[in-house]
């Protein structure tokens, strides 16, 4: 089974830049449809941002549409979120997700959709 592993958090003001990047093994990327969530202190899991198998087709919530990019590198087993203009409510942990892709186009925004998890990496916006 796939394992997937967070990196690229930290401290950042607000207005900053984060890449967060979610390394996979033991399974070839391409298979899978990937997410990036978060998870505020007393908070729910939400969705972030989510790819398609091949990256034809993406998906953003509306607290970082317009402000974050996610991308895949399939030959890296890497998955990446690129945050932008940060805010202090995306203070949060940032996890990555992944689900065996049945069709070409398809991402997921639920979490009960994936069935990989990483172990999440601290995001933390604050002056």
């Known amino acids: 089974q796939v394992q997937l592993v967070e990196s690229g958090g930290g401290s950042e003001r607000p207005g900053g830049s984060l890449r967060l990047s979610c390394v996979a093994s033991r399974g070839r990327m391409s298979d899978y449809a990937l997410g990036w969530f978060r998870q505020a202190p007393g908070e729910e899991r939400e969705f972030v941002a989510a790819?398609?198998?091949?990256?034809?087709?993406?998906g953003y919530a509306d607290s970082v549409k317009g402000r974050s990019t996610i991308s895949r590198d399939d030959a890296k087993g890497t998955v990446y979120l690129q945050l932008n203009s940060l805010k202090p409510e995306d203070t949060a942990v940032y996890y990555c997700?992944?689900?065996?892709?049945?069709?070409?186009?398809?991402?997921?925004?639920?979490?009960?959709?994936?069935?990989?998890w990483g172990r999440g990496t601290q995001v933390t916006v604050s002056s």
């Open positions: 790819v398609s198998r091949t990256g034809g087709e993406s």
């Open positions: 997700a992944a689900v065996l892709g049945y069709t070409d186009f398809t991402y997921y925004i639920v979490p009960g959709a994936y069935r990989y």
